[in-house]
């Protein structure tokens, strides 16, 4: 997911709370959109936690890096890697 700005502001996160947030999600597998929808990694097409391993392979940032081994070991557990 990526949490921008507004939804940090909206949500009257600071940084500290926004990595904690980020980081639980991925420990109990949940992927927030853009538009704020959590999806189940689990469930989640193939291409799409593909798409999602690019998207924060792509970021300037390391704030998502925790959900590449989360996506990989659904990939693994699927068969796709």
Request: aromatic share 10%; glycine share 4%; charged share 35%.
């Amino acid at each position: 997911m990526s949490y921008g700005r507004e939804y940090i502001e909206d949500h009257a996160y600071d940084i500290e709370e926004m990595i904690e947030a980020i980081k639980k999600d991925a420990s109990i597998g949940i992927w927030v959109t853009k538009d704020n929808k959590e999806l189940k990694i689990s469930e989640m097409q193939t291409s799409h936690i593909r798409n999602c391993i690019n998207f924060i392979n792509r970021k300037d940032d390391d704030l998502y890096k925790c959900y590449i081994p989360v996506f990989e070991a659904e990939l693994k557990k699927r068969g796709e890697i």
